[in-house]
């Protein structure tokens, strides 16, 4: 652990004074504050990690400070933690009580003194405070990770400070945390400024649609064999997205003008509604259909975050009757059809989002892996064998294009493909493409516990090790949370028999089948299916007979 890193709590009422002192500070110390964080990644959980690594944390304190919901949040964490606290404080204001009842000396700060003055006695501060922890006196603490605040509507100023959040955020060009902050205030309920957020998260949305779809468009482009179909594409673009596609075209690289395309003069569909014609009025109607379309999609996108499935299945079937030919509101329901396990209508839908030599990536690998599902619960071994090979062209055309895409679980689509080949019998080709999935998201377990069983059933046992003391890390991560996730107990077990003992991973099992009950069956059966495969190994694991036949003798038991 760095001795010099500290992190700096504050509101976004003292940011003037805050960086000051951060600049000031960086001469001498690692130094970390909320603008060091990196746009896309997931902002909260960076804020945790970040107090959990600091060895003293500075809490500028006012009224807006107090007030904070973040602020608090962030404090309560760093007291839970024992973490070296120096509060300093830069506006009269009540103590935080958690501090108060902590016996801690309150720096007070005149911000209106050079930051010199100031830093001498911060300097000092966090000098002493080096020594007593060195000295034993804050002795490392764990506590459980707090949630992300949720603003509150009989807190106005909670309400506020996310909005502003959130618009910093979007200029900052951090897209995703501006859309989450934003997401956040209209689950508030908190009257107009909901309303304000509902309109900007519909704005914001819009402009990265617009983004997203003209950088495909752009990069068919760039490469001339693909020329005429960004042509096609471009077209499309403009009909959808009509002056604001224009505008953003013309921002960026003016593909209108290169290909030469005519588009209609808007100021002829300027007239007054009474002379308006039919054609007009029906293309004034499809454009509101699109908007109500629109507006549904990105409450849709809202509960499919909260993985809300059945709630967003019926949002986007509500939005697809708005918009039928949407590409992105096909390629949600293509998903949400796979999770409920309705692969024909995945199908239906994931096969809408093709316009010409368009390739929506996403889109590509979700149809793969509906047809992949189709294969394996098709008994027939000529269509199984054909979904298959359809499937595997789609994940790699799909990854091809963009290899970093996932699924709406947050999973690598290289996963996806792994899945496929592992079930092929062809391993070592599973293994190359679930240590691609490994790189694309280091944080998930599902390519490791793959890996792991793979590289035990490929004879390498030293390599199998390796994943399964990082699958039994994720399991003891997932337990720690909720103790009864009964995949983790069987990922445990799992890795129990291999890296400890058999008599371990034995008691751990007969435990999970006597608190077990019908609704177990899939686990135990998943389970049951991982123990088989890595029977085959050169080397299986002591014991593992032992656990195969407890797990058999219980399903044929509530089998009755």
Known sequence: MNDNYLFISYSRDDQVWTYNLWRALENEYDVWIDQKIRAGVDWWKEILENIEKCT?????????????????????????????????????????????NNNIQFEKIATDAPMQNSLVR?????????????????????????ELPQPSNDNLQSVYEIFALAEEAKAQGDVTRSLKLFEQL?????????????????EVRLEQE???????????SENPSTERGAKIALEAFVKTYSEKGIEHDKAKSDLVGRFGLEIPDPSLT????????????????THDRKIQALTLAQLGQIQIEKRNWDAALRTFVDANSHDPENLLINY??????????DLDQAIVHLNKTHVGEIVLPEAEAALALALRLKGQASSEESERSNLFNEAEERYEAALKVDDKIKDLHGESYWAGLGALQRRQGRYRDAIDSYTKAEVITPDNSYPIVNLAA?????????????????????AEESLAVKPTDKWAQADKITCSLVLLNSDVAIELLSNMLHEGDLSDRPVIDSFLSGLYFIRESPTPPTGLKDLIV???DWLKQTAN
Do not use: W
Not at 60 to 75: F, M, N
Not at 270 to 285: E, R, Y
Not at 332 to 341: A, P, T
């Open 56 to 100: 003293c944390f500075l809490a500028v304190l006012s009224p807006k400070a107090v007030e904070s919901i973040y602020c608090t949040a962030e404090l309560n964490y760093a007291v839970a933690l024992n973490k070296p606290i120096i509060p300093l404080v830069v506006k009269t204001c009540d103590y935080p009580l958690i501090l108060a």
């Open 122 to 146: 911060i300097v000092a501060n966090i000098g002493k405070t080096q020594i007593r922890v060195l000295q034993g006196e804050y002795p490392q603490k764990t506590a459980a990770r707090p």
């Open 186 to 202: 209209i689950q508030a309920e908190a009257g107009e400024i909901s309303k304000a957020a509902q309109k900007r998260l519909a």
């Open 210 to 220: 617009i983004d997203d779809a003209y950088r495909i468009v752009r990069r068919l």
């Open 270 to 285: 300027k007239k007054s509604d009474a002379k308006k014609t039919p054609i007009v009025q029906d293309n004034l109607q």
């Open 332 to 341: 949600f329901l293509g998903e949400l059809y796979i999770i409920k396990r």
């Open 454 to 474: 793979l590289h035990l059933h490929d004879g390498n046992v030293d390599m199998a090790k390796r994943y399964y003391q990082r699958t039994m890390k994720f």
């Open 550 to 552: 407890l797990a058999e």
